[in-house]
């Protein structure tokens, strides 16, 4: 079996550390299109979309990885973000005809490494950005556009009923329904995001950072045509008055005690929070966002004043795409 970092564990383990909530109803494609910063409409064509839902002050409170499910619309984010991202979204349904649920017990999320996996579970491979369904399993590529290929693109989210999912033989091979998840899997999987300069945003970074600062309008996560969202006030404006001074970056940590939304500063001088992490031999790969400037302070509004900052000997690590 493929696996890009252990092999002595099977492709088919879930990823516990992801929820599901879906949006179902004659609404639920314009219902996101007014929350979400990328073109909902899109999800229409069959098309996953990466996008954020911000804040009213521009702050992105989750990022979603929207499936177009059978069942209806299907956001993949950090289950530990799931419920409260659902009682924010309920709160502006108003008349619209879409009910949103947390199905994270309901459906299993499985992370697939390449395609020959796929193909060994008896599933054919959606396009480069795709999408494609068998009997209520979805299966959508995950990373960033084509350059990114070698850094992770290669990747399958597959997400139905366990018991469907053991049926084609997915899920229920190494771990069935209802058994312990091996760690290892999350942890894989989540350093191969790190190495595709996927963000993510957790409880600790929530309403941290403006869509930019993770670089979503670099990897095709922000639509600027289509119409009004919200927080789009703010991502509209950072965009085009050119204020974009964070980005977020890869990094090599040493060894250490690190822990997502920690304040850091790098001996060039740029501070800023440690958005993911992921352990290796050496110690740690991580995403952060950081200051574009070494000079500039790292005060923000979304940093605490009592936050302890570390000053750490990272290196900075490439990315698959241009900042």
Known sequence: MNRS?????????????LGLLRLAGPDA?????????????RLASGSPLLAAYSSPQGRVVALFHLLPHSSGVMALLPREIALP?????????????????????????????GAEALAGAGLSVPGTAGYAEHDGIGIACVGPPAAAADAGASRYWVIGRPTDLARHGIAGVANGPGAAADPRV??????????????????????MFVAQMLNLDLIDGISFTKGCFTGQE?????QHLGRIKRRLFRLRLPAGTWAIGQAVQLADGRSGRLTEL???????????????????????????????TALVDAAELPLPYII
């Open 234 to 238: 703010i991502i509209a404006r950072t």
């Open 85 to 113: 991202t659902l009682e924010r979204l309920r709160k502006f349904v108003m008349r619209a005809k879409v009910q949103i649920e947390d199905v994270s017990d309901q459906f299993s999320v499985i992370g697939m490494h």
């Open 5 to 17: 970092m252990n092999t002595d564990i099977s492709v088919s383990d879930p990823l516990p550390h």
């Open 278 to 308: 992921a352990q290796t031999s050496t110690g740690f790969e991580a995403l952060a966002v950081l200051n574009l400037a070494t000079t500039e302070a790292a005060a923000d509004a979304s940093d605490s004043e009592s936050a302890t």
């Open 186 to 207: 999350e942890h894989d999987w989540r350093l191969a995001d790190i190495r595709a300069g996927l963000p993510q945003v957790y409880a600790a970074t929530r309403e």
């Open 29 to 41: 494609i314009s219902f996101l299109q007014g929350q979400i910063s990328n073109d909902a409409r």
